[in-house]
């Protein structure tokens, strides 16, 4: 952790706090009390390190991606009447990544950001991992054009921060944003 300066830290943590806080409540006042909630608040709990960690390394651990995973193979034993969806949502968000990081030559998304959207795709199943993943995608291109348009070309950027905040808003506002998708077709 030489990256990371000592007096740094405390605030970081308690921001990191508060913030994993108040994404908690939200869940549980939007979402209800429920297993499913507080499942979801201990993946957002995880996601806050990763996002952390990525953005400032470029790296996300294998570890880290290792316990989102275990929490989603948790997840999909809770929903087990309904588990092919899960395989599907992991396989799925992850071809979806294999297939970006292929053509761009591993200069867009790395194996990290892979492992990591597997996990959340065995989570969620596969309709929320794509609302997930295009959420993603969609707020990583629009802020990478920003930066690039203000910072210059070929500079590159942590998706797992987009990751994130696709998870929060699909877990907040998921099922209404699909039921409406739905409806609206």
């Known amino acids: ?89 992991m396989l799925s968000v992850s071809f979806l990544i294999f297939l970006l990081m292929v053509l761009s030559g591993g200069r867009a998304i790395g194996g990290g950001d892979l492992k990591l959207m597997a996990g959340i795709g065995l989570f969620f199943g596969w309709q929320e991992a794509m609302l997930c993943f295009v959420l993603a995608c969609t707020a990583g291109a629009v802020c990478g054009l920003v930066r690039m348009r203000l910072k210059g070309k070929g500079k590159i950027f942590a998706l797992a921060p987009y990751i994130s905040l696709g998870v929060i808003i699909t877990v907040l506002f998921g099922e209404r944003i699909i039921a409406s998708y739905v409806g609206y077709i």
């Open 1 to 89: 952790m030489n990256h990371f300066k000592k007096s740094k830290i405390l605030p970081l943590l308690v921001a990191g706090f508060f913030l994993n806080g108040v994404i908690c409540a939200l869940t549980f006042l939007i979402c209800g009390p429920s297993l499913d909630s507080a499942l979801s608040c201990i993946l957002i709990s995880l996601l806050i390190p990763i996002s952390y960690i990525d953005y400032k390394t470029m790296k996300i651990a294998p570890s880290l991606s290792a316990a989102v995973f275990a929490l989603g193979l948790v997840r999909t034993f809770v929903d087990f009447s309904d588990y092919p969806k899960h395989i599907i949502g």
